[in-house]
């Protein structure tokens, strides 16, 4: 049994690393009966996974979908598609724009009211009342948060872009793209953030844009008949893929009113392929959303949304127009750089720590969950109403004030806090306000003298603290946005202490600030310089980011790997990297594909199809034609599981071991064989067939993809995985070199090509001097890996 | 003969359009009499095209190399290989930009002083000598552009960015990066520029830098015994493309001080094969152009480079800091886009016809490519002197100059030209500069009165035919800037007409009129959106360049395919696209493979590899096993021809049938099958056997490639296309599917995948429809095409 499902084995649980139980007997059961899905931030190590299933992105080419395929339709439907494609893109990015205003416009008034009650209490004398009300307002903000998501939606917690990163690298788990989450993620999202947690909204949002995306392309539901013919076209893997695409662009193009960083972070970082006419469309969708972004700001510009004001981050511009920089400026910008690659692994590091607690405590239970993201807000509260007291009071500056100082009754940048009349408290300033307002103070220009150093550190110290510990709660909670914040800080510091040795001001100081964590943490380097400068307006900068970035990367890849790989292994999700490790150079498909496998033949018994689907959970099976449908034994093609399901539904059988004479697109339409949404699955249970049907046969000829791709067992693993890996398959037909056996000798899937499976068939290996490079225990190598 | 030239057909001569004699059986032998390169801009309908190689992307995986690879080798060599790669960048990066100054330098200054005499002398009122002085240095710059392209390098004739796609897609073309074709490209280049032809400088500094980046990369030259040993591990096509990507990336940011559009457009446009370590790099290595051309910069602005003044595109800037547009700024930019999609696409397909009438001219001979030279020459000197007397002389503006007018005994933009003192000519302005100065005067704000309508009308007429007719000639010239100056002219018409309609300034309608004759013509998005934006140093307008961009693409693919597809088409390379076009989904590799091939055995007779290689010209031999080696006929590997010469000339053979006992890796070196530089081959003509050495055996074994690609007989072209292109194979070897025939039925190459080659073996598709739709009969599924 295990040789086969090593050979066969296809549904992938991501059991890689928790070490559940994917070679047990009773894996097909199981694997069905586990419905919840915990793929999520929380379900981490040990814990029992759940069916991850690779996508098909694989054209599958059988005799009855060549005829059926739109390619061989009119023009008409041809426009049909064309439109519907581009309407989609369009609703994609009209709605991210729209979500992406009101989640900041949420965010800005609820916060802002809870800040300006605090101040007038202040102001008041009343400071156990105040931080009373500040505590118990985020205390509940993120208890709401954190019910919803553990009760409704636990896919939701987290940042969401290592789901979106492996659902675009062929890994669908279940619910990561559900109306649910959906809901979970954006209130939840609004929630945490208003809840003054040192947290994000750029990776949630992501998540919900590719949710939304992911709703859209699923052609509506069927269930409430909101589906329509237009859709049916967008029913598979590969179109879904194109808009998820598309959609994670449009996430951060609306969280940073950066529509080129968008397309490019989606590009680097989120998508594992690429083609260039998808660059086309998914420019066109952040375009969509920068437009009714503006048009959303501009109505709010009367004033007619609440404490909305400056609008977080998507508001924020810092032109000045004369940036200068000398040969001066390349000393800091180089320490920048250094200090934002220490800082940036040291984070990853840190939090991948924290992480590995926390999902012990989160995996004990649902009040496990609340009770550490209580304890989390109650330190956080403390923190931000208790630091503030340490920074001494500043005389307010008396020129070049944008706004009133002390600001009082609204939710200004310099806080009064308690301070007396025509002081603000520095410290306040940054503590006591929403993340994207203090990255705006700190970004600013002509504040120079704004900021004591002490109270900077102080901020930086407990901004790193925070923001690594508040990740990893059942909460949807960024990254980007603390790791900007913090960066911005310690930038800022660096241009206090190098003082008039540098003609740049402090505020260009904490955006280079920003972009070395930024660097140092994410590893992104085109994106992130695309967005900071988009972010800020100021094309000036590029040269001195560019710099920033690449030290900051380059001395932060010495020590470990990016978060966003740090979390998808920690979360056991198969992704597969498009380079092979030296060690699979040594080794054949043969050597890690297992057989006997199950197979069909071209007209096969129904029962003995029956049997197979019960007792396997494998997706794609070989089918072989013999004698007397060919001269010898043959491999005519692979069907997949959930198109045996559909025939065995429509029971057209035959009584008799022959060719279907019928023409099958008479019987079967497009539609029946379109993949149907995320998580929605067809099962062999639900289908039930008589003795007397069972004792018929079925031609799978016509359904059968007769174009699979195929390897010889020599070839080695190496160049098999870039076969698997550019051209986005879920199976591989593993044929003999030898014509004297059978027609296939086994089935690469995802599964094995992971390290772990290698591993536990070649334990050898784990004593040879690759794997202990490729595990991480020569950092050295680690260096090199990130330069080739 | 015919058959098994068509299964195993590897030299790609790019006689598809040509009708040259592919097929003919003297064609071996004429493949190698043929060196001179005839592929440039000059080689397109009718001539006798040359042997155009494809590139070993894939990895060669044979027993020798895998012993000798670097990566099995000590950290020390890996560091190695690690430093030289990032240095090569460097180098790459540093070289370009003093190139792209050094350029611009040497085109402001020649320019610049042709214009300063020729208005001293008009000063004068001598307008005969100053015509005779304009025209006879125009004539004699250009007639040594054109001596030199067309009696030192032909290769270096046209733009170049075609020849770098090509490569870059797997097509090696003779003599394309060779160190002649780069000094004529820049030399050339200079002094075509410089002769006010209405080219661009871009293009051909694309194709410098790629030459540069290839000469590094072919790791020096044995003959002046300028290699290291340290290069050795670079010599292999995959790290050479990596390190051209990079040189093409840099191109762009030397020439529009540009580095994210220079990494945009190598991404977007250049490259077919992109990973995301090559962004990280090709991000350094145009960070380093950047920093380079900055610092040249600063040398200039303390007025120690002669006339360089504004030097050209690269220093230039519009950073008026408050642009502002509503919506009714919408209408214009809308109608700028469709104007922008019309005129590119029509400047296409008249360039199309003009460059089919030149090279019917260009190939009778040198002489008449010097002619055809230098009667476009005259044309454009008497357009750019006569013209302007047309224009009636304005007053010069009293407020807001930046410099005196009208300029006098210097190069400025107010040129008195006929006029009277206090007055100047505005076509002048525009006719009687480079071109760079023409864009930045066209582009500049606050400028909204210094043109007439009738000059602007004037001027477009005159460049956009200037432009068309200038391209072709036997000079390195380029396309964009043309272009970009063409589209501006228009944009400040529209401006003009639109007047008070709009907020926008003129020199902002001009940035939009730029980028939608660059979407209607280039069609790139992204790039050219970036490009523009960090030309004209201004964020803000990004909304409307990128809405102006994607109405023009889409209006213009409506029509025809973007200019660089036209021209690589004209020129017979073939470039493989990502996409299979729908009939090869009706068709098996079967149907287009032929057979039977040229094939080994694992141990084979000198005499008989002799042969085979002198009667043919492929370029890969399948290697197979029989008895007594093994069980039954089996596939072995593949084995390259530059490796079957290197076995030869060793003279390590054996005296009977029979495996080779000595370690093979004793007996040579990595080095020895190191891949040499473009154009560099052994062949087997050099190679003197005795009639006792034809009469031993070589065990191809160790060199033999164990893991080449294959395919079964029945997989559909278009899936074996997908695998062809994402892989970036040379060579797919086609299984047969009965196992009762022989182990290989042949081999598919890039040849095998063009139309051209199809639709002769199966000339029943061209009644089809699909092909009609493909071969553009029906321009609907153009626009289609577009959007999938």
Known sequence: MEAEELGNGDDLEASLISGCSYFEDDRAAHVRRCLSNTTSQLAIIGSNLCPIESLDYELIENDFLKKQDWRSRSAARIMQYVILKWSLCFLVGALSGALGFFINLAVENIAGIKFVVTSNMMLANKYGWAFGVFAVSNFVLLMFASAITTFVSPAAAGSGIPEVMSYLNGVDAPNIFSMKTLFVKVVGSIAAVSSSLHIGKAGPMIHSTACISSILGQGGSRKYKLTSRWLRYFKNDRDRRDLITCGAGAGIAAAFRAPLGGVLFSLECVSSWWRSALLWRSFFTTAVVLVVLRALIDVCRSGKCGLFGQ?????????????????????????????????????????????????????????????????????????????????????????????????????????????????????????????????????????????????????????????????????????????????????????????????????????????????????????????????????????????????????????????????????????????????????????????????????????????????????????????????????????????????????????????????????????????????????????????????????????????????????????????????????????????????????????????EHILQVHPFLLRSRWTKLQLGKENLFQIFKGFI
């Open 311 to 755: 609008g977080g981050l998507i508001m924020f511009d810092v032109t000045s127009a004369d940036v200068t920089y000398h040969l001066v400026d390349l000393p800091p910008a180089i320490i920048l750089g250094v200090i934002g690659g220490i800082l940036g692994s040291l984070h990853n590091l840190l939090l991948e720590k924290v992480l590995r607690v926390y999902n012990l405590i989160n995996e004990r239970g649902h009040f496990y969950k609340l009770l550490l993201a209580a304890l989390v807000s109650i330190f956080t509260s403390c923190c931000i109403f208790g630091l503030p007291w340490l920074a001494s009071c500043k005389p307010c500056p008396t020129t070049g004030l944008s706004e009133p100082c002390p600001s009082i009754g609204r939710s200004g940048n310099f806080k009064k806090f308690q301070c007396a009349f025509d002081h603000y408290n520095d410290l306040a300033s940054l503590f006591f306000n929403t993340n994207d307002d203090a990255i705006r103070n700190l970004y600013s220009a002509g504040t120079d003298r704004v900021f004591q150093k002490s109270s900077v550190v102080l901020f930086f110290v407990a901004t790193y603290i925070l923001g690594i510990i508040s990740y990893g709660i059942a909460v949807p909670a960024g990254l980007f946005v603390p790791v900007i914040l913090t960066g911005a800080t310690y930038g800022r510091l660096v241009g206090m202490l190098t003082g008039s040795h540098s003609t740049l001001n402090h505020g260009l100081f904490a955006v280079l600030g920003s972009a070395s964590l930024l660097g140092g943490s994410m590893r992104m380097t085109v994106s992130t310089c695309i967005i900071l400068l988009e972010l800020t307006n100021n094309l000036l900068l590029l040269p001195l980011v560019m710099l920033v970035l690449l030290i900051s990367k380059t001395v932060a890849d010495a020590f470990n790997s990016n978060i966003y790989d740090l979390i998808v292994k920690l979360k056991g999700l198969p992704y597969l990297k498009s380079h092979a490790e030296p060690y699979m150079r040594q080794l054949t498909v043969g050597d890690v594909v297992g057989g006997p496998l199950q197979m069909f033949n071209g007209v096969e018994k129904v029962s003995n199809i029956v049997h197979v689907l019960k007792t396997t959970g494998h997706n794609g099976f070989p089918v072989i034609d013999e004698p007397p449908f060919s001269d010898s034994s043959v491999l005519f093609g692979l069907i997949l599981r959930s198109h045996l399901l559909v025939l065995l539904k429509k029971k057209q059988f035959l009584y008799t071991r022959r060719l279907a004479s019928l023409d099958a697109s008479k019987q079967f339409s497009y539609d029946d064989f379109a993949k149907r949404g995320s998580g929605k699955h067809e099962t062999i249970e639900g289908i039930e067939l008589t003795a007397e049907e069972m004792d018929m046969y079925i031609d799978l000829h016509p359904f059968a993809n007769t174009s699979p791709y195929t390897v010889v067992e020599t070839m080695s693993l190496a160049k098999a995985l870039i076969l698997f890996r550019e051209v986005g398959l879920r199976h591989l037909l593993v044929i003999p070199k030898s014509t004297s056996r059978a027609p296939v000798v086994g089935i690469l899937t995802r599964h094995d090509f992971t390290p």
